[in-house]
């Protein structure tokens, strides 16, 4: 069974700094990858980020420069640094942890998401 937790979402203004958070239920180093995807209401849900169990770090475009992905193996935590917000950015932020044995065989498990809202 596994449980992931987001927390520190919130309201901020455009240009301003959030920090989301995501607890999991065991190590996060059983994982072949961690990361963060974001979903509006009628959209599907967007990749934003991600980390791999060897420190790798992948991120969508608008998000680059801006964003930064990060881990705490002894806290089972991974982290979305979030500056230089813009409207756009906004959405429901999900966590996400990965499990491959091959291309074919693959798991996903998500936490149930917490909201970031930015304002013009």
């Known amino acids: 069974q596994v449980q992931l937790v987001e927390s520190g979402g919130g309201l901020v203004q455009a240009g301003g700094s959030l920090r989301v958070s995501c607890a999991a239920s065991?190590?996060?180093?059983?994982?072949?990858?961690m990361g963060w995807y974001r979903q509006v209401p009628g959209k599907e849900r967007d990749m934003v980020a991600t980390i791999t169990v060897g420190g790798t770090t992948n991120y969508v475009d608008s998000v680059k420069g801006r964003f930064t992905i990060s881990r705490d193996s002894a806290r089972n935590s991974v982290y979305l640094q979030m500056n230089s917000l813009r409207p756009e950015d906004t959405a429901v932020y999900y966590c996400?942890?990965?499990?491959?044995?091959?291309?074919?065989?693959?798991?996903?498990?998500w936490g149930q998401g917490t909201q970031v809202t930015v304002s013009s």
């Open positions: 065991g190590s996060i180093l059983s994982f072949n990858e």
């Open positions: 996400n942890a990965r499990t491959w044995s091959s291309p074919w065989s693959k798991r996903d498990y």
